[in-house]
Nanobody
Framework: QVQLVESGGGLVQPGGSLRLSCAAS????????MGWYRQAPGQQRELVAE?????TTYTDSVKGRFTISRDNAKNTYLQMNGLKPEDTAVYYC?????????????WGQGTQVTVSS
């Protein structure tokens, strides 16, 4: 079992930047596929970005603006640049074994990102 804690959310103006962090505890972290999802009010939770040992994936709306990364200290990051009001949502960190489907696995408690002037 992996425990996840997100941080780094907040209020930012359009065009601004934020860096979200996800700290993981537990064993076998390096084997997990790490992902960032978001859920806006009244909307379904959606995948934002995902990183495995060999590749990264982004949803079309954030390509070129967001970057997902991970380090050897069990941290996963989401660098968000050029933020737009439509990026406003609660952002969740996810960890899943590579043989499982997206949406499966462990979740953090979420961190609010609000993009507004």
């Amino acid at each position: 079992q992996v425990q996840l804690v997100e941080s780094g959310g907040g209020l930012v103006q359009p065009g601004g930047s934020l860096r979200l962090s996800c700290a993981a505890s537990g064993n076998s972290f390096s084997m997990f596929v790490m992902g960032w999802y978001r859920q806006a009010p009244g909307q379904q939770r959606e995948l934002v970005a995902e990183i495995s040992s060999s590749s990264t994936t982004y949803t079309d709306s954030v390509k070129g603006r967001f970057t997902i990364s991970r380090d050897n200290a069990k941290n996963t990051y989401l660098q968000m640049n050029g933020l737009k009001p439509e990026d406003t949502a609660v952002y969740y960190c996810n960890a899943r074994p590579p043989w499982t489907t997206r949406g499966f696995g462990s979740w953090g408690q979420g961190t609010q990102v609000t993009v507004s002037s």
